[in-house]
């Protein structure tokens, strides 16, 4: 029987067929070398993740805002921006948002460049939807509180008149636009045009009651006239509304701090400053839950127990918030003014100093008990004094006054006068015609005067 092959015999070498083994090979190696420098990607290579829309972006920037998270509204907004930077509505957002924001900022400084922000936002809207009534609404609202900031009264009235002006136009584009309505009312009040602010925020409480600007806006009008417990009501609505936006809560806390201030009877004065410290401290708790670190909450709890007498607990509040901005010469000035009142003026001159002339780190440090061997050293640059400045120059005089009153001519007091003069030569430069604080500089220049030394010429 013949044996049978487990291989069969070929037969001749096919020159096609060498060809075609020859082109595949030259193929494989092309692959190969294509995959060593990355020139072909792989096979089953998970899929790139998809880059995110603006409307994502977007709706990241509401969900921050409603949550009460501003600054992170106003990243995710200008995120938005950077793939959508024609889209009239993102900007009109953010400049709204920018505008609330500037509340939790805690020197003019940063609050003027923030509102400076929130225009050019607005002004980017407008020439975007040249023909949209809210662009020019909020445009109005951001120039109304940019007015609020400005030092010179007559720059101060022309940018409430283009407010105004913005809020004509965007009602005289769509008559049934409430927050034109609410905003109008805003500026109005501010005009110190009275009537005409209540006849347009009642036009927008009857159109839309469901709005938050509507009653924060109602209620600062209720306040214009002396109705505290009608603007305390209003604030509350705008709280039902808008419950994680705290600086609602700032400012209906500071109402209460008001009436507790001006009442006579001691169970009352003390019932109003309890419901301001909550108000104070639902703020405070808002921010915790957000993981927000805010000064502006304890820097008002601080000014509700420095009113109550309660020197200690305030200068804890004003330190934590020190501690929240250790870069701000304002919250420095306020520690300072919380020692002042308690009468540890010796604790009250370096935290003064820093906010009037600035101070090295050693001395900063030493006002807010940071620890040198492991916090930052930070340097402060002082406010500078400006015309109309309420409370730069409370800062300004206070810290002249102490210096004059703890002024010994040996020891490490005797170069206060100095000091002190070369501080009331600023005040003087600004204030010569404001009789009461001219009043406690001339008191204080004459502690110098007293022991001889006086204003050089």
């Known amino acids: 029987m013949a044996q049978k092959y487990l291989f069969r015999k070929r037969s001749s070498s096919n020159p096609y067929t060498i060809l075609a083994l020859t082109l595949i090979l030259l193929a494989m190696v092309a692959v190969l070398r294509g995959l060593q420098t990355q020139q072909i990607e ?18 990241e920037g509401q969900t921050h805002f409603q949550a009460g998270n501003l600054n992170g509204a106003i990243e995710a907004y200008q995120q938005a921006l950077q793939s959508e930077p024609n889209n009239a509505r993102i900007w009109m957002e953010l400049a709204q ?24 936002s607005a002004n980017r809207a407008v020439e975007l939807a040249p023909e949209d009534s809210s662009a ?29 002006q913005d809020a004509q136009k965007a009602l005289l584009l769509d008559k049934n636009n409430v927050l034109a309505l609410a905003y109008s009312a805003e500026i109005l009040n501010d005009q110190q045009k009275w009537d ?52 609602l809560y700032v400012q209906a806390g500071v109402i209460y701090r008001h009436l507790g201030m001006t009442q006579t009877d001691k169970t009352l004065s003390a019932q109003y400053y309890a419901t301001a410290l909550d108000y104070f401290a639902k703020a405070v708790n808002k921010n915790k839950q957000l993981g927000i670190e805010d000064p502006v909450p304890y820097i008002a709890i601080g000014k509700v127990y420095t009113q109550m007498g309660e020197f200690f607990v305030a200068a804890l509040n004003a330190k934590k918030a020190l501690q929240i901005d250790p870069y701000s010469p304002d919250l420095y000035g306020q520690l300072g003014m919380v020692y002042f009142k308690a009468r540890n003026y010796e604790t009250a001159i370096p935290a003064l100093q820093c906010a009037v002339e600035g101070c090295p780190p050693q001395v900063s440090c030493e006002v ?39 002024y010994r001519p040996v020891g490490e007091t005797k170069d206060y006068c100095d000091r002190a003069l070369n501080v009331f030569d600023k005040v003087r430069a600004l204030y010569a015609g404001d009789s009461t604080v001219m009043g406690i500089v001339e008191a204080s220049e004459s502690i110098c005067a007293s022991f001889g030394i006086t204003r050089k010429p």
């Not at 020019?136 to 940018?159: K, M, P």
């Not at 109602?218 to 305390?232: H, R, V």
């Not at 004094?385 to 730069?392: C, G, R």
């Open 42 to 59: 792989p096979l089953f290579l998970p899929t790139p993740t998809p880059t995110r829309t603006s409307n994502s972006y977007a709706l």
């Open 368 to 406: 807010r008990d940071c620890d040198p061997a492991s916090d930052p050293p930070i340097e402060i640059q002082g406010i500078p004094l400006e015309p109309n400045d309420p409370t730069t120059v409370v800062y300004y005089y206070t810290y002249g006054s102490v210096l004059a009153g703890m």
């Open 196 to 247: 005409q602010a209540r006849q347009y925020i009642q036009l927008a409480v009857e159109r839309n009651p469901n709005l938050m600007d509507v009653w924060r806006v109602q209620a600062a009008i209720l306040e214009s006239f002396g109705d505290y417990q009608g603007a305390i009501q209003a604030y509350d609505r705008a709280i039902e509304l808008a419950p994680n936006l705290t600086f």
């Open 97 to 120: 948002i920018q505008t609330y924001s500037y509340k939790s900022l805690t020197t003019r400084e940063a609050q003027r460049q923030r509102l400076a922000e929130a225009i050019e």
């Open 136 to 164: 020019y609404a909020i445009r109005a609202f951001v120039r109304d509180w940019n007015a609020g900031l400005l030092e010179s009264e007559e720059e101060r009235s022309r940018l409430l008149v283009e407010a105004e």
